[in-house]
């Protein structure tokens, strides 16, 4: 079946840090990538997404590249702000299994003054 | 114009009562979803609906779990007997239902939260 898996958290880091989420999935056929984030005190929300190998998804500063040979969409951000705190989850939509994402099991993120 | 809205936003109930939660997708949505979402773990996918078509129940995680669909609207999520390992935040979305499932954006209600104690 499917699954996602990504980095424990909390992450802590200070503004202006470079950011990076790992990401990993199994699947069955040719899934589409996501990230979502959910901030403080508000529902979750699409972040970016990709949906065949090598795209690049991108919004708000951060980037994730969908990399098929390394089963992997990894989230990425040059220069964060505390703004940016929140936690992130990746997810995954196989059309094998439907419209259903299957989500990772999110990563809080904390970025300090 | 109006989101996914979910009711109520809190619930707390005692073990082996009923509840219902409620979710009103956007309007125009055809697909809608319920996932749950435990403590400090990830969204767990529960149940779809697709326009007419026969839901997709593959995550509800008992018997006690059911939901139905008014037609491309409303929508309730029913659960009986309810266990303390049934608290969660319950999650609504919808989605235009399109085709391409790739390009098919899910938009997230705001969630309701239930405690059994």
């Known amino acids: 079946g499917n699954s996602v898996t990504q980095m424990e958290g909390p992450v802590t880091l200070s503004e202006e840090a470079f950011l990076t989420i790992n990401c990993t999935y199994t699947a069955t056929g040719y899934p589409s990538l996501f990230w979502y984030v959910q901030y403080p005190g508000e529902g979750l929300q699409l972040l970016l997404k990709a949906t065949k190998a090598d795209d690049k998804g991108s919004n708000k500063g951060f980037e994730a590249t969908y990399r098929k040979e390394t089963t992997s969409f990894h989230l990425e951000k040059g220069s964060v702000q505390v703004s940016d705190s929140a936690v992130y989850f990746c997810?995954?939509?196989?059309?094998?299994?439907?419209?259903?994402?299957?989500f990772g099991g999110g990563t809080r993120v904390l970025v300090k003054p | 114009g109006a989101g996914v809205s979910q009711s109520p936003s809190n619930k707390v109930t005692e073990k082996g009562k009923d509840v219902e939660l409620r979710c009103d997708p956007i309007s125009g949505h055809t697909a809608l979803y319920w996932y749950r979402q435990r403590l400090g773990q990830g969204l767990e996918f529960l149940i779809y609906f697709q326009g007419n078509s026969a839901p997709d129940k593959s995550g509800l995680p008992s018997d006690r779990f059911s939901a139905e669909r008014t037609g491309e609207s409303v929508s309730t999520l029913t659960i009986q007997r309810t266990q303390q390992e049934d608290s969660a935040v319950y999650l609504c979305?919808?989605?235009?239902?399109?085709?391409?499932?790739?390009?098919?954006?899910?938009?997230f209600g705001p969630g309701t939260r239930l405690t059994v104690l």
């Open positions: 997810a995954l939509k196989s059309g094998a299994a439907g419209n259903k994402l299957t």
């Open positions: 979305a919808s989605s235009l239902g399109l085709a391409m499932t790739s390009t098919d954006t899910q938009y």
